[in-house]
């Protein structure tokens, strides 16, 4: 298939680019590299053993989203673009709208006018709100907990409301847990600009000696040694769950299929920890200190129906996150070159 792949050049997207180009589809890539550096582009090139066509422009812009399909015919379309930081998304909530909205309604009318129905979209399990129970199931109600989240949460029901329009489409409403890892070759990863939000990248600076020690959000929680519980999921596992998604798209007969991508385990801020000093060989510094708000106890998946409708599962294990992760680090302390 061609498939159009938008925020390509980010950390989900360019690991599921390999996996896209590894099966045969010819992949096609836009990305305005507000959150990406171009520098990715070459090093998925050595990835993927050729040149990979790359579009750089702003997916909210409709006349070029338009203008892109006008030229090229796509089979299917995976839409990572967007923007993704939770706490950002509460300081700049108009931004967040704008964009994951915009973006995907561009996308969207632009698929519609080309014949282009099928559709793999990067939702969250943020859309399970902060009272889910675990391990959380795809048929649970949805709802958020800031602007980022809202955004997921509508963009779930706008497709949902879109593909009732025309019985062909096909869309996978992929809900992933906490993405982490790297690629093996320890040559693309994530790079996020400024201090991590997250725990991995975080944990990985410390491990590097860019950053001075990890604050641990909370040793009061209702869990094992008192430390919040998430679903890590190594990105490369993810990825080969967007390639499972796509395949299936093409032989159902539902218009809108909804699937956790998740390990179906929880792993608390210490055993990340500890798992992650293992794989760089060295005790890390950290100091326990207040929750971080907003913040659940337990957070993990019920992957059940992706297992037995996708044939998909999760395999890499903590320790292989974190090795991955490590390499990553080790090789690119400082991300991807300018
Ligand atoms: P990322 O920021 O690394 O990738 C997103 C890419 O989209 C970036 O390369 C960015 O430059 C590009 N982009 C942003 N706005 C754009 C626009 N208007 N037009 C064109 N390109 C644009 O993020 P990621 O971690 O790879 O996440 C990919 C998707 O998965 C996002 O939709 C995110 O919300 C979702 N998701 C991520 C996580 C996570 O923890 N990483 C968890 C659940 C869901
Ligand atoms: C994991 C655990 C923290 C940093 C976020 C988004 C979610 C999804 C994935 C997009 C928590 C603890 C963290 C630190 C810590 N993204 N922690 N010290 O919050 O589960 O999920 O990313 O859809 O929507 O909310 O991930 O990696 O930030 O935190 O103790 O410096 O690590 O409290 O328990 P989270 P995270």
Request: aromatic share 8%; with cysteine; glycine share 8%.
């Amino acid at each position: 298939m061609r498939v159009l792949v938008t925020g390509g050049a980010g950390y989900i997207g360019s690991h599921t680019v390999v996996q896209l180009v590894a099966a045969g589809h010819d992949v096609v890539v836009v990305d305005n590299f507000s959150n990406a550096k171009p520098t990715v582009v070459p090093r998925l090139e050595a990835l993927t053993g050729g040149p990979l066509e790359v579009h750089a422009f702003d997916l909210t812009d409709r006349d070029k989203t338009e203008s892109l399909f006008s030229e090229r015919q796509f089979d299917a379309v995976v839409h990572f673009a967007g923007l993704k930081a939770v706490g950002e998304s509460v300081e700049i909530p108009l931004e967040y709208y704008q964009t994951n909205l915009d973006s995907t309604f561009a996308l969207v009318r632009a698929m519609q006018r080309h014949g282009c129905f099928r559709l793999v979209f990067s939702s969250s399990a943020t859309v399970y709100g902060e009272h889910a129970p675990v391990p959380m199931r795809e048929d649970l109600p949805t709802s958020a907990t800031s602007p980022y989240g809202w955004t997921k949460v509508m963009i779930e029901q706008v497709l949902r409301d879109v593909a009732k329009t025309d019985e062909r489409w096909r869309i996978a409403l992929l809900r992933y847990f906490n993405p982490v890892g790297a690629h093996a070759s320890g040559t693309i990863g994530e790079d996020p600009s400024g201090i991590p939000n997250n725990l991995m990248p975080f944990i990985a600076q410390v491990a590097v000696g860019k950053l001075d020690k990890l604050r641990v959000f909370g040793n009061d929680y209702d869990t094992p040694d008192g430390t919040a519980m998430r679903d890590y999921i190594h990105v490369e596992d993810l990825a080969a769950g967007h390639l499972a998604a796509l395949t299936r798209l093409g032989s159902t007969d539902e218009r809108v299929s909804t699937w956790n991508l998740g390990t179906g385990q929880g792993t608390s801020v210490l055993e990340v920890l500890h798992a992650f000093e293992a794989a760089c060989g060295r005790e890390l510094p950290y100091e326990i200190v207040g929750r971080r708000a907003g913040d659940i106890a337990a957070s993990y998946a019920d992957p059940s129906r992706a297992q037995s409708e996708l044939g998909w599962r999760a395999t890499r294990t903590i320790e292989d996150m974190c090795a991955d992760q490590w390499r990553w680090q080790e090789a690119n302390p400082l991300g991807y070159p300018d």
